[in-house]
T-cell receptor, first 113, second 114 residues
Framework: GDSVTQMEGPVTLSEEAFLTINCTYTATGYPSLFWYVQYPGEGLQLLLKATKADDKGSNKGFEATYRKETTSFHLEKGSVQVSDSAVYFCALSKAGGSYIPTFGRGTSLIVHP | EAGVAQSPRYKIIEKRQSVAFWCNPISGHATLYWYQQILGQGPKLLIQFQNNGVVDDSQLPKDRFSAERLKGVDSTLKIQPAKLEDSAVYLC????????????FGNGTRLTVT
C-alpha cells in the first residue's frame, strides 16, 4: 500500500539556520503531496502542497518540490525562526475512487534563539 | 470561514468506561475523517465518511469503537469500553473530498485512560 517515510527527529537548529526535512513516498499512480505543521496543543494545518511532478509548493518561507524520479518531497527553509518550532508531517493522497490520505510519523523541529 | 470544531478538548476516564467525541466539520465539506494520534506518531486513520456513508473503516477496532455521521454533517466517535492503549489525541478533519483537497483539522480531543 501507499506509505510515507520521514527523517527521524528531533531536528534541533539555531535561529537563521537552513532547514531540510526529508520525505520519501511509495505510491501507485500520481499522488498529491502535502506538508502539514502541528504547533503545540493544536491540530494539524496545511503548510504547502504540490499536485504533480516538478511542482513546487511554498508558504511562509518553506518550500518543497515534487520529485517523481526520486519519489521525494523534501521540506526546506532558508532561515528558520523560533516560531517555526513544531512537528512537521509529510502526507500523500490520490484523486479518484476512495482515496485515503496517508501521513508520515512526523518530524519534530526545535529552533533555539 | 469557521474551522473544524471538536469537543471536548480533554477527557480523562478510567478503563472500561465509555466516552464520546463530537465533531462539526467545515460547512460544505463532504468528507469527514477521524484520526487517532498516539504521542510521537503520525495520525492513523480510523474512519472516513463521504457525506453520511462510510468510505473506509478498516482500521477501526469495531469491537469497541463506533462512529456515525448523521445527516452528512456532524459526527460522533464513541469508545466503549475504553482500554489504556486508547490514550491518544483524537483528531477530526474534513475536506472537499478530492485527491487535491487538503484536510482541515480540528484541535483534537486528548483522551487519557487510567
Amino acid at each position: 500500500g501507499d506509505s510515507v517515510t520521514q527523517m527521524e527527529g528531533p531536528v534541533t537548529l539555531s535561529e537563521e539556520a537552513f532547514l531540510t526535512i526529508n520525505c520519501t513516498y511509495t505510491a501507485t499512480g500520481y499522488p498529491s503531496l502535502f506538508w502539514y505543521v502541528q504547533y503545540p496543543g493544536e491540530g494539524l494545518q496545511l503548510l504547502l502542497k504540490a499536485t504533480k511532478a516538478d511542482d513546487k509548493g511554498s508558504n511562509k518561507g518553506f518550500e518543497a518540490t515534487y520529485r517523481k524520479e526520486t519519489t521525494s518531497f523534501h521540506l526546506e527553509k532558508g532561515s528558520v525562526q523560533v516560531s517555526d518550532s513544531a512537528v512537521y508531517f509529510c502526507a500523500l493522497s490520490k484523486a479518484g475512487g476512495s482515496y485515503i490520505p496517508t501521513f508520515g510519523r512526523g518530524t519534530s523541529l526545535i529552533v533555539h534563539p | 470561514e469557521a474551522g473544524v470544531a471538536q469537543s471536548p478538548r480533554y477527557k480523562i476516564i478510567e478503563k472500561r468506561q465509555s466516552v464520546a467525541f463530537w465533531c462539526n466539520p467545515i460547512s460544505g465539506h463532504a468528507t469527514l475523517y477521524w484520526y487517532q494520534q498516539i504521542l510521537g506518531q503520525g495520525p492513523k486513520l480510523l474512519i472516513q465518511f463521504q457525506n453520511n456513508g462510510v468510505v473506509d473503516d478498516s482500521q477501526l477496532p469495531k469491537d469497541r469503537f463506533s462512529a456515525e455521521r448523521l445527516k452528512g454533517v456532524d459526527s460522533t466517535l464513541k469508545i466503549q469500553p475504553a482500554k489504556l492503549e486508547d490514550s491518544a489525541v483524537y483528531l477530526c478533519a474534513s475536506s472537499l473530498g478530492t485527491g487535491n483537497s487538503p484536510l482541515h483539522f480540528g484541535n483534537g480531543t486528548r483522551l487519557t485512560v487510567t
